[in-house]
T-cell receptor
Framework: DAKTTQPNSMESNEEEPVHLPCNHS???????IHWYRQLPSQGPEYVIH???SNVNNRMASLAIAEDRKSSTLILHRATLRDAAVYYC??????????????FGTGTSLTVIP | DGGITQSPKYLFRKEGQNVTLSCEQN?????MYWYRQDPGQGLRLIYY???????QKGDIAEGYSVSREKKESFPLTVTSAQKNPTAFYLC??????????????FGNGTRLTVT
């Protein structure tokens, strides 16, 4: 099972960009990289995902290293509402054992006004 | 709006009692999942179901049971055999298609307290 490594916590000033790193050195060629975030007492919310190329959506950007062993979630202008725990996970191809998502402890992002 | 509904939001039970947590989705998703989250921890997979009438154990299935009689519903029973049942329980679903790019959709969780 491919696993990810993230810093426990990060801080950012409001309205500045935030780069949240994730290492996944055991990623296989067919694993997608997913990012979710969780506010206190709520379920995680999908943010973005990608395979090889960088991805952008209205919430964030995902930069994937050429060797795919690391990725970075980029929040272009942090707001107070972006304060959450961010999870980077890998999703493997559908198999007989099921397409399971494995969550680590994530990065707790604090946004300073 | 489509989504996942978990009920109730808070649940209190006495030790030794079984309790069932509800999870309903109207996203027409094939796959459904139950996760457990403890304070300061990530999510741990309890059970998952890829299709109706089929389910598989996750990493921490002991003391839990599930059923999947309908596509929309995936209830979780926390039995008296679960040694430490107090936790935040999250239900999720995904389209379960045979590509690996469909994201998980989560409910807002049920916080179970057993005393």
């Amino acid at each position: 099972d491919a696993k990810t490594t993230q810093p426990n916590s990060m801080e950012s000033n409001e309205e500045e960009p935030v780069h949240l790193p994730c290492n996944h050195s055991t990623i296989s060629g067919t694993d997608y990289i997913h990012w979710y975030r969780q506010l206190p007492s709520q379920g995680p919310e999908y943010v973005i995902h990608g395979l090889t190329s960088n991805v952008n959506n209205r919430m964030a950007s995902l930069a994937i290293a050429e060797d795919r062993k690391s990725s970075t979630l980029i929040l272009h202008r942090a707001t107070l509402r972006d304060a959450a725990v961010y999870y980077c996970i890998l999703r493997g191809v559908y198999s007989n054992t099921g397409n399971q998502f494995y969550f680590g402890t994530g990065t707790s992002l604090t946004v300073i006004p | 709006d489509g989504g996942i509904t978990q009920s109730p939001k808070y649940l209190f039970r006495k030790e030794g009692q079984n309790v069932t947590l509800s999870c309903e989705q109207n996203l027409n998703h094939d796959a459904m999942y139950w996760y457990r989250q403890d304070p300061g921890q990530g999510l741990r997979l309890i059970y998952y179901s890829q299709i109706v009438n089929d389910f598989q154990k996750g990493d921490i299935a002991e003391g839990y049971s599930v059923s999947r009689e309908k596509k929309e519903s995936f209830p979780l029973t926390v039995t008296s055999a679960q040694k430490n049942p107090t936790a935040f329980y999250l239900c999720a679903s995904s389209s379960g298609d045979r590509t690996s790019n469909s994201p998980l959709h989560f409910g807002n969780g049920t916080r179970l307290t057993v005393t």
